[in-house]
Nanobody
């Protein structure tokens, strides 16, 4: 009930695209700002995009113009459309509320971008 489930990752060449999905319970999504976080090997998780409950989005400078976050409240799902992928986008991608709730972390989904 308290976990989020991410999917959609994979191996892609530089310049390619992926669409990530994150599904959770209504308890998590209702009225919460949702974020996508990336963890590169050996680094802490970084917030790369978030979207408020009423659809306002914000992005880290490194992904602005390339990534688009969206949400479907009826499906309790948040998406991350990633275009023009770069090798430095590689990592495990997680979703969570923003600010985070530690008990909501899921297993993440691996994104690997080859050069």
């Amino acid at each position: 009930q308290g976990r989020l489930v991410e999917s959609g990752g994979g191996l892609v060449q530089a310049g390619g695209s992926l669409r990530l999905s994150c599904v959770g319970s209504g308890r998590i999504f209702s009225y919460n700002t949702m974020g996508w976080y990336r963890q590169a090997p050996g680094n802490a998780r970084e917030l790369w995009a978030y979207i408020t409950y009423d659809g306002r989005a914000n992005y880290a400078d490194s992904v602005k113009g390339r990534f688009t976050i969206s949400r479907d409240t009826a499906k309790n799902t948040v998406y991350l459309q990633m275009n023009s992928l770069k090798p430095e986008d590689t990592g495990v991608y997680y979703c969570n509320t923003y600010p985070i709730r530690n008990d909501f972390w899921g297993q993440g989904t691996q994104v690997t971008v080859s050069s």
